[in-house]
């Protein structure tokens, strides 16, 4: 089983794992892992409340099927940053050996494209999406559904995605505007 739960940006998804991790049971073998491109350190920790857990990081060359084949269950933040082979094998994993793999992560790029791994995810007919629902940070009157990347209150269409940029969680009225109040 496959649970891809996202939300957009400051939307407390690496909280909702660290909870969802404390209901597990304690006899299961539970790994945890999460991109080296947002933790090099092996943490997962949640800014809001400063839980953090121990996990292995992958990058792009990560091979998940020859490293969790033991697991009972694997919780993975970020994991709109898989590749879509990645996702692949994490279905692998789920069907073969029916590893419990939630997933955490977004679902739109700042560009308001979704993820190849999301997509790929989302191919199997046995993945079930669930939404944290986020109110928008600029107007807080909508749920936010865009991540928007801004620079001196206007939104960046354009660059890479990068950890040093400001992203909000913004509603469509307010992305498609183009700045923020
Ligand atoms: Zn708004």
């Known amino acids: 089983m496959i649970k891809y739960i996202y939300g957009t940006v400051n939307s407390g998804k690496t909280l909702s794992l660290l909870s969802s991790y404390m209901d597990t049971l304690i006899s299961q073998n539970t790994v945890f892992y999460k991109s080296e491109l947002s933790e090099p350190y092996g943490f997962i920790t949640s800014s809001k409340t400063k839980m953090r857990k121990q996990c292995r990081v992958f990058d792009d060359k ?12 694997i919780f993975i933040d970020d994991a709109h940053l898989l590749t879509d082979a990645q996702a692949r094998q994490l279905i692998l994993l789920s069907d073969e050996f029916l590893i419990d793999i939630r997933l955490y992560g977004l679902f739109k790029d700042f560009q308001g494209k979704t993820y190849k791994s999301v997509i790929e995810l989302m191919s199997n007919e046995k993945t ?6 986020k109110q928008c940070e600029n107007c807080g009157s909508q749920l936010a559904y865009n991540n928007a990347k801004v620079s001196d209150r206007v939104i960046i269409m354009e660059g890479k995605q990068d950890n040093d940029s400001k992203y909000m969680a913004l509603c469509d009225d307010c992305y498609r505007r183009g700045w923020i109040d």
């Open 62 to 73: 990560f091979n998940f099927f020859l490293d969790s084949v033991k697991a009972d269950v």
């Open 128 to 133: 079930s999406l669930f939404k944290i629902e």
